[in-house]
Structure formats: structure tokens, C-alpha cells
């Protein structure tokens, strides 16, 4: 198999400059083409990035044991204590009790020398 002869390329440039029905058809099949390869990567990961939003919410994650699952179960496979209700896109960390002065919920931290 050899390569196009030069008169080939001529005809195949000449269809694409002159504004002939053959050209204009090319150029459409090449712009059709160039507009799905560089949207295919991005619907791809529209649809990636929503399946992820569905994964998440389905997962729940025990109080207990601090195992993630999946399960529809009531109780946790691990441990047996019973899982926390379904997400419903609110994140699952304790309330803060504000009616406590901040001194009685810190920690103090005092270093110390020891000598060995």
C-alpha cells in the first residue's frame, strides 16, 4: 500500500475550498466530529460526578464502629447496633451543645520535663 498520489490530495483540498455540496458536507462530518470529541470528556464526567452525588448518598455509616455501608438492613453487619437513618444530604456530625461555657468542654494540655 502506497501513499495518495499528489493528485488525490489536490481533489480532497479542492472539495474542501470550493463551496461545492461535496465540501460542504466534509466540513460539516469534520466539524460534527471535532465537537463530539471534545464534548464526549465532558458529558462523561457530568454523568460520572452524578453517579458519585448517588453512591454517596446511599452510604451510611455506623455510630458505633465507624463502618460505611451500603446495607438496607436496620442494623450494622459489624457490630449489630442499629445504623442511622438514610442521609438526606445534611451531614451526620453531632450538634454542639452551646449552652456549655467552652472552658468546661476544652481540654487543658500542660507539658511536663521528665527526667530519665
Do not use: H, Y
Request: aromatic content about 4%; glycine content about 10%.
Amino acid at each position: 500500500m502506497g501513499r495518495f498520489p499528489p493528485l488525490l490530495w489536490v481533489l480532497l483540498i479542492a472539495l474542501l475550498l470550493l463551496p461545492t455540496a461535496a465540501g460542504r458536507i466534509l466540513l460539516d462530518l469534520a466539524g460534527g466530529l471535532l465537537i463530539t470529541l471534545f464534548a464526549l470528556p465532558v458529558v462523561l464526567g457530568g454523568l460520572g460526578w452524578i453517579g458519585w452525588k448517588v453512591l454517596q448518598s446511599r452510604v451510611r455509616t455506623c455510630e458505633a464502629c465507624g463502618l460505611s455501608t451500603m446495607t438496607t438492613d436496620a442494623q450494622c453487619p459489624a457490630c449489630g447496633s442499629p445504623l442511622p437513618a438514610k442521609n438526606s444530604g445534611r451531614s451526620t456530625a453531632k450538634a454542639v451543645d452551646d449552652s456549655l461555657p467552652a472552658s468546661d468542654v476544652t481540654i487543658d494540655i500542660k507539658a511536663e520535663d521528665v527526667d530519665p
